[in-house]
């Protein structure tokens, strides 16, 4: 079980609002209409998330001084914490005053190294210093270590369970990440890849600086709104504990969906930045935790989280299937929509999205059956009854069906496929008109011929 985060700050409102509502995909939309499928928002919420942080609260960066003058101390620069804090992970804290009291002081969990390196000096100054390390090839994360640790002692590899405690700064030392107890596993993609490569170099009790360039970090895009787009982060770090990731059916049931929850949330952060291919891997791994096995079920309270169980797994396929969609991987897409019609065949929106990938792949009949019952279910979806006036227009071969009307979506049954109304307008119409043409034509020729006759 992993242990909740003891110094997790507050999350910013929009991730907040993203765990209660982007758990589910809008289908009024559809690829081919230009969007897409997007997570839901709640009104009001701008695409780009524009909340600005207030006001930052400044302290004195405690610790020792090191072998410095007035002057020096003065030209350090002060800790400030943002009051829009995204951690790493996405966990609830467990209440509010442990939030308040979290929230209260931006003073480092390192006082005792309060270096210059982590007060003073550029960034780009520290990723020339010759005492730095570099932990991989292309010199774009660099480690410095502050506190080393006994060589006998263990270090952690891929794919076991780390906790370490960790901060980190901007170049204008503003703090964008605290937590004393961060647990995750090494190469999940939980955290940033810059302290998943930092603690494969690490010795259990190690203290370390790492400096991340920014492709090791947020990137191009950065976190809104407290890590602006290509920022470089200053970490310090301590390597507490190291250990085997724990299997998930040996964990109760709350625990795999607390876990699995932190998962999809990872993935719907990843979709927001258009990151389809590390959101997808995110929500496979949320559909891992998401399980239960027999001896779960019993009472009527394991009965209860077997149901909130498949509920969530429905969300992360959901999810999953769009982002499938977006990297163009339809077949996969269609298997996930499929498996959550099996868990809920009543679920619109893996229906629309099962017939629409099967129309693409002409299989009318079955693409047919699909839309048919998600129209049935929901009569006044446009998309709906968009795509199913697409698929008639290319069962028919590709006519074109512009000024044809579909039959009312309440009027059809469950094995009547639904069909379109000819307009009333024919081809006679166009035919008596050049007959009536051509009549007064031959009558005004006739009248002139009359006329010059009788003069002459």
């Not at 589910?24 to 230009?34: A, D, F, K, N, Q």
């Not at 498949?310 to 969609?325: G, P, W």
């Not at 006044?380 to 009854?385: D, G, Q, R, V, W």
């Given at each position: 079980?992993?242990?909740?985060?003891?110094?997790?700050?507050?999350?910013?409102?929009?991730l907040?609002?993203?765990?209660?509502?982007?758990?589910?995909?809008?289908?009024?939309?559809?690829?081919?209409?230009?969007?897409?499928?997007?997570?839901?928002?709640?009104?009001?919420?701008?695409?780009?998330?524009?909340?600005?942080?207030?006001?930052?609260?400044?302290?004195?960066?405690?610790?020792?001084?090191?072998?410095?003058?007035?002057?020096?101390?003065?030209?350090?620069?002060?800790?400030?914490?943002?009051?829009s804090?995204?951690?790493?992970?996405?966990?609830?804290?467990?209440?509010?005053?442990?939030?308040?009291?979290?929230?209260?002081?931006a003073?480092?969990?390192?006082?005792?190294?309060?270096?210059?390196?982590?007060?003073?000096?550029?960034?780009e100054?520290?990723?020339?210093?010759?005492?730095?390390?570099?932990?991989?090839?292309?010199?774009?994360?660099?480690?410095?270590?502050?506190?080393?640790?006994?060589?006998?002692?263990?270090?952690?590899?891929?794919?076991?369970?780390?906790?370490?405690?960790?901060?980190?700064?901007?170049?204008?030392?503003?703090?964008?990440?605290?937590?004393?107890?961060?647990?995750?596993?090494?190469?999940?993609?939980?955290?940033?890849?810059?302290?998943?490569?930092?603690v494969?170099?690490?010795?259990?009790?190690?203290?370390?600086?790492?400096?991340?360039?920014?492709?090791?970090?947020?990137?191009?895009v950065?976190?809104?709104?407290?890590?602006?787009?290509?920022?470089?982060?200053l970490?310090?770090?301590?390597?507490?504990?190291?250990?085997?990731?724990?299997?998930?059916?040996?964990?109760?049931?709350?625990?795999?969906?607390?876990?699995?929850?932190?998962?999809?949330?990872?993935?719907?952060?990843?979709?927001?930045?258009?990151?389809?291919?590390?959101?997808a891997?995110?929500?496979?791994m949320?559909?891992?935790?998401?399980?239960?096995?027999?001896?779960?079920?019993?009472?009527?309270?394991?009965?209860e989280?077997?149901?909130?169980?498949?509920?969530?797994?429905?969300?992360?396929?959901?999810?999953?299937?769009?982002a499938?969609?977006?990297?163009?991987?339809?077949?996969?897409?269609?298997?996930?929509?499929?498996?959550?019609l099996?868990?809920?065949?009543?679920?619109?929106?893996?229906?629309?999205?099962?017939?629409?990938?099967?129309?693409?792949?002409?299989?009318?009949?079955?693409?047919?059956?699909?839309?048919?019952?998600?129209?049935?279910?929901?009569?006044?979806?446009?998309?709906i009854?968009?795509?199913?006036?697409?698929?008639?227009?290319?069962?028919?071969?590709?006519?074109?069906?512009r000024?044809?009307?579909?039959?009312?979506?309440?009027?059809?049954?469950?094995?009547?496929?639904?069909?379109?109304?000819?307009?009333?307008?024919?081809?006679?119409?166009?035919?008596?008109?050049?007959?009536?043409?051509?009549?007064?034509?031959?009558?005004?020729?006739?009248?002139?011929?009359?006329?010059?006759?009788?003069?002459?």
């Amino acid at each position: 079980m992993e242990p909740q985060s003891c110094c997790e700050e507050h999350k910013d409102p929009m991730l907040r609002e993203v765990r209660d509502t982007t758990c589910e995909l809008t289908v009024m939309v559809g690829p081919e209409e230009g969007k897409g499928e997007e997570l839901k928002k709640d009104e009001g919420e701008s695409a780009g998330g524009d909340i600005t942080p207030e006001n930052t609260e400044t302290r004195n960066s405690s610790g020792p001084e090191r072998e410095g003058s007035e002057t020096r101390c003065q030209g350090r620069r002060e800790l400030k914490k943002t009051n829009s804090w995204k951690m790493v992970r996405f966990q609830e804290p467990a209440s509010e005053v442990d939030v308040l009291e979290r929230d209260s002081s931006a003073e480092s969990l390192f006082p005792e190294y309060a270096l210059e390196e982590w007060t003073v000096i550029s960034f780009e100054k520290l990723f020339l210093k010759e005492d730095w390390q570099f932990i991989t090839d292309d010199r774009l994360l660099r480690k410095k270590v502050l506190g080393p640790a006994p060589s006998s002692a263990p270090r952690p590899i891929w794919g076991q369970q780390v906790t370490v405690k960790m901060q980190a700064v901007l170049e204008d030392r503003t703090v964008v990440e605290k937590d004393c107890k961060l647990v995750f596993i090494v190469g999940e993609g939980d955290v940033s890849q810059a302290l998943e490569e930092c603690v494969l170099s690490m010795h259990k009790g190690e203290i370390a600086l790492l400096l991340a360039d920014s492709q090791y970090a947020y990137g191009p895009v950065g976190r809104e709104p407290d890590i602006p787009a290509r920022s470089p982060l200053l970490y310090q770090l301590q390597l507490l504990d190291v250990g085997d990731k724990p299997d998930p059916l040996n964990l109760p049931v709350s625990d795999r969906i607390r876990i699995g929850n932190q998962k999809r949330e990872r993935g719907n952060f990843h979709f927001q930045r258009e990151e389809f291919s590390m959101a997808a891997r995110a929500y496979c791994m949320a559909l891992d935790v998401l399980t239960t096995c027999g001896r779960d079920a019993g009472d009527g309270g394991a009965r209860e989280e077997e149901r909130e169980v498949r509920d969530y797994r429905v969300k992360c396929l959901n999810n999953l299937a769009t982002a499938q969609l977006k990297l163009e991987q339809y077949n996969e897409a269609l298997h996930a929509s499929r498996d959550v019609l099996a868990l809920d065949p009543n679920n619109v929106k893996a229906l629309y999205r099962a017939g629409k990938i099967l129309s693409d792949l002409s299989k009318y009949k079955e693409a047919m059956e699909l839309l048919k019952k998600a129209l049935k279910l929901e009569p006044t979806t446009k998309a709906i009854h968009a795509e199913l006036s697409k698929l008639v227009t290319r069962q028919s071969g590709g006519k074109s069906t512009r000024e044809w009307k579909a039959k009312p979506a309440e009027v059809l049954g469950e094995n009547i496929a639904p069909f379109l109304l000819p307009s009333k307008q024919t081809t006679w119409s166009i035919s008596w008109k050049l007959i009536l043409g051509a009549l007064v034509v031959a009558l005004g020729s006739l009248v002139t011929s009359v006329v010059l006759t009788a003069r002459t």
